[in-house]
């Protein structure tokens, strides 16, 4: 199990790291501007980098992946959303993807039954478990646009009335809070319970898990637990935005925790497995339109070739076709 207990031990370091320095050494400054400005520049320079890597490399056939019929002859159904023909219909199946997680909506998983017997199954709570954290982070991460406006544009605050309708605590309890939580118990448990997939699981995959957990309980302790000046933490962010370098004022420890575990996630990001939040949208076996029937794909790596017609062929090879009794268009 320590491939679990060693990412889980590495996230509470990192916690316990801006909490001591803000409370015993008043070094606020660093983890309120510094590393959050090396943060950013890290995350925005490395996910610039990874697409153009990803840009560059040439995709000489098309290699879509489909589940539906394609364009064919105008009496055969094509089916426009699992095999699109154009790049319209391409993005609206890349967009549902992304919004919807399609593919992992349609996802099987086998077992070995007594007998021995494999069956497949549906796989539907990976695909709720996914969708609700995804949609929860999003959520989140749109209320916290508030931090970065004078007055917050009006669909924000909407979000959070919507959020926080059922008003059981004081100050309101936000439901994607305990979403996140519960999706991200979901994932971490099933890594551990499920044989196959502990045995593939690496620490790389449990660390991100425990990150965002620590983002989302120092969040949760900030708003629930230990009162933060929201006014200061305000201003700094609109600071940070603004590309001043003033110093925080008089804010708790914990949200220097909150945003030094932010800004390591924000450098971990362009170098994990995360940037598939980026790759989706370069994935050839998505972004492409299914048109190899109609459009003609040549590779860009294979050397110009000599041709030649039959006239010449003939030319060179009649004695030899005369001989052998083939018939010959010229005598």
Known sequence: MKKVFIPLIMVALLALIPYVAVTYANMSYLFGVIIPYAAAFIFVAGFLWRLFDWLRRPVPFPIVTTCGQEKSLDWVKQNHLESPSTRFGAAVRVLSEVLFFRSLFRNTKAELHTGPELVYASSKWLWM??????????????????????????????????????????????????????ALTFLVA???????????SLQTDFFPLFLIGGIVLAGMGMRYLEKVDILSIKALMMGLVSFSFEAPGEIGA???????????????????????????????????????????HRNPWNKPGKFRTYAEYEDEFREKMKKAGLPVEKD
Do not use: C, Q
């Open 129 to 182: 478990g996914g969708l609700a954290f995804h949609w929860s982070l999003l959520i989140i991460g749109l209320r916290h646009a508030r931090f970065f406006f004078l007055e917050p544009p009006a669909f924000i605050a909407a979000l959070e009335h919507a959020d926080s309708f059922l008003e059981l605590t004081l100050p309101a309890f936000f439901m994607t809070d305990a979403i996140v939580l519960a």
């Open 190 to 200: 099933r890594r551990i319970r499920d044989a196959k997939l502990r045995i593939i």
């Open 254 to 296: 914990l949200f220097f925790v909150h945003l030094f575990l932010v800004s390591m996630l924000a450098i971990y990001f362009p170098f994990s497995k995360l940037m598939h939040a980026g790759a989706i949208f370069l994935s050839p076996t998505r972004n492409l339109a299914n048109n190899s029937r109609e459009k003609l």
